[in-house]
């Protein structure tokens, strides 16, 4: 268990004086559902008595010995290894607004040698020269030395990344930055939004306050940026307006003056966030866009559609897509760098709509000469999927039947209730009072206000609701739809293991920290020797890798973009000794090739290997097979 993120989860439930669904949790932490209840079965287990409650609308938390936990978790988290330690002094630096620390102070504070610190503050040298800073050592004195552009960069990594769980809110920015008013500023920017009508997205609102909240630090404390040509911008340049008047209600606010490249600081900032300017027509957004980027926008939309038979091309998908690719390209030319605290929960929960994503980053690179980060291609993931899930038809929803006595209209409030809150997720097919009934109905969830007398003969999940509506049970709805759709990709791997899965495929790697790179060249060699892929699979798979690691905790899943495999199939190697894949520890890599025909099977595919590595059971029975018939018969008794 991650102490870090077990803290964040309880510090995430003591913030609020409601329950929080096991789903919010795993959206808050980048966990899945699974993982969160284990993470809470583990944290009440150290416990000296229980504190998390889990109740029917979620959980909520016994105050007093919530506290406590926290406390002590506190006492245990000084910094243990260098990155930590690496951080620590950053963040004295930064806050202090100093050059230079005493060396023998900061040991002390960190409880490490002097000598210790000495080797780390040289290391630090090859860890943060990407951000134009250096360390020396003069005497007892640690001394940092960056200009100012560097340190500003350095403290939006300090106070965000570097905290180890990739996760800012209002109460960390405040909390790193105690000596401005962070709340003044985000209801000034709000209030600007709201009144220039500009719309911009939480996570973008919180990387302007963060980073408006860092340079009002920086000036207060006597560090302004040093002067810089003026951006270009028209009169008629709305952004600019906003700007401006931004930085006059913050000279205000905070009693300082800004100049011309700090008011320049703020425009750019504004320009690499802000999404698209609300209610205006399509003739104005074209004009803002431009035609030439607003034909590369229609081009990817009929490469998705050609290579995954997925269609966009739809205006409520296609012109605010095209208005964040152009602040893309603003924050990819401008060097501002955009950070998603959801990436990897959008990676690890929707891979083929990630894929998707990797694929129109590739275009934009290709044809506009810029890289793409992981966080941007995150986002990009959110426009596809949410277009994806807004066409979504019923096939993808859940069958759900209610059981419900006809009552004072009892069953009609209950079926509002459930379309209001699961439309998108369940086809409620029919609704009876009689349970003789069900039998005639195709189902896959019952919900109930009536005591059953044995369970479905379908095998049905169930969820027991009283006739007064669901609203404390929305938790166990959600949980029960999980456990269904996890269900559907288990099946999918099972009824296809033997056309997918072959022994010619299956090897084990006796080597400790192998080279990824190596062993998908061996593996894609036997692939093709075997037939199933093209001869050009192995570039497609570092193409693929380059962009974005396939990489997860315990596994990897290297595959191609183009779904042109000349027969589906995914080659097995395990890693008993671990290997090292983009971060993660890897015991076990499935090399997917897919061809178009299962190309609606992937994402499910994908899907259900990651949900093998959550089963810890199942994942150690996996890691110790020895043969493929070992591997085949852990992969079909999975439950």
């Given at each position: ?570 080659n097995v190697m395990l890693c008993p000794q671990g290997v090292t894949w983009g971060g993660n520890i890897v015991k076990i890599v499935m090399m997917v090739a897919i061809h178009r025909t299962d190309l609606r099977m992937f994402g499910d595919l994908y899907q259900a ?31």
């Amino acid at each position: 268990m991650d102490t870090n993120k077990a803290r964040a989860l309880v510090e995430y439930l003591t913030r609020h004086d409601r329950a929080v669904t096991a789903k919010e949790l795993a959206g808050f932490l980048n966990l899945s559902v699974r993982s969160v209840k284990s993470y809470i079965s583990s944290i009440n287990g150290e416990a000296k008595a229980p504190f998390i409650i889990s109740g029917h609308s979620g959980y909520t938390t016994n105050p007093a010995a919530a506290r406590n936990y926290l406390r002590a978790v506190r006492r245990e988290n000084t910094p243990q290894d260098y990155e930590e330690r690496a951080n620590w002094i950053n963040q004295k630096f930064l806050r202090y607004h100093v050059s230079k620390l005493n060396l023998y102070d900061v040991a002390e504070a960190l409880n490490y040698s002097a000598d210790t610190i000495r080797g780390d503050v040289r290391r630090m040298n090859g860890s943060f020269a990407s951000f134009g800073i250096s360390y020396e050592l003069h005497g007892n004195d640690i001394c940092m030395i960056a200009d100012e552009k560097s340190l500003r960069k350095l403290a939006s990594y300090s106070y965000f990344e570097g905290s180890g769980d990739r996760i800012v809110s209002y109460d960390s920015i405040k909390s790193n930055l105690d000596d401005v008013d962070v709340e003044g500023i985000r209801r000034i920017l709000e209030h600007t939004m709201a009144e220039l009508n500009l719309y911009v997205n939480d996570f973008s609102l919180t990387n302007i306050v963060l980073h408006t909240s860092i340079m009002a630090s920086r000036v207060l404390s006597h560090h302004e940026l040093p002067s810089e040509p003026c951006p270009e911008h028209g009169e008629d340049d709305i952004v600019y307006h906003a700007a401006q008047r931004i930085c006059v209600e913050m000279e205000d606010l905070l009693n300082l003056s800004l100049s011309r490249e700090e008011q320049n600081n703020i425009y750019f900032l504004l320009r690499a966030n802000i999404n698209l300017p609300v209610g205006n027509s399509h003739e104005d957004i074209l004009n803002f866009v431009g035609d030439e980027l607003m034909q590369f926008v229609e081009e990817l939309i009929r490469e998705v559609d050609a290579k995954y038979y997925i269609n966009l091309n739809s205006e409520p998908f296609r012109y605010p897509f095209a208005m964040h690719i152009k602040n893309l390209l603003f924050r990819a030319r401008h060097n501002y760098r955009l950070t998603n605290p959801m990436s990897s929960a959008i990676r690890y929960s929707h891979p083929m709509i990630f894929d998707i994503a990797v694929h129109g980053a590739l275009m934009i690179n290709e044809t506009y000469h810029v890289r793409i980060s992981e966080d941007e291609i995150s986002y990009l993931a959110l426009h596809i999927g949410g277009e994806i899930e807004r066409q979504a038809d019923t096939r993808s929803r859940i069958r759900t039947v209610l059981l419900c006595p006809r009552y004072l209209e009892f069953a009609g409030k209950i079926s509002n209730q459930l379309l209001i809150s699961f439309g998108d997720e369940i086809d409620l097919v029919a609704c009876t009072e009689d349970p003789a009934a069900l039998e005639r109905y195709r189902y896959e969830l019952l919900i109930t206000t009536v005591a059953l007398e044995s369970p479905p003969k379908n095998g049905a999940a169930v969820v027991s609701v009283p006739l007064l509506g669901i609203g404390k049970y929305k938790s166990e709805i959600e949980n029960a739809l999980d456990s269904i759709r996890n269900a559907r990709r288990i099946r999918v791997l099972k009824s296809n293991f033997d056309r997918i899965f072959s022994e010619k495929l299956f090897s084990i790697n006796p080597e400790k920290n192998a080279d990824p790179a190596q062993i998908m060249e061996g593996m894609a060699r036997q692939m093709i020797e075997q037939g199933t892929v093209q001869e050009d699979f192995y570039q497609r798979l570092m193409e693929r890798e380059q962009a974005s690691s396939t990489g997860f905790p315990n596994i990897a899943i290297p595959h191609s973009m183009k779904m042109d495999a000349i027969r589906t199939s995914i080659n097995v190697m395990l890693c008993p000794q671990g290997v090292t894949w983009g971060g993660n520890i890897v015991k076990i890599v499935m090399m997917v090739a897919i061809h178009r025909t299962d190309l609606r099977m992937f994402g499910d595919l994908y899907q259900a290997l990651l949900e093998l590595m959550d089963d810890p059971r199942s994942r150690e029975t996996l890691f110790k097979s020895r043969s493929f018939e070992q591997f085949r018969d852990c992969i079909l008794h999975w439950n």
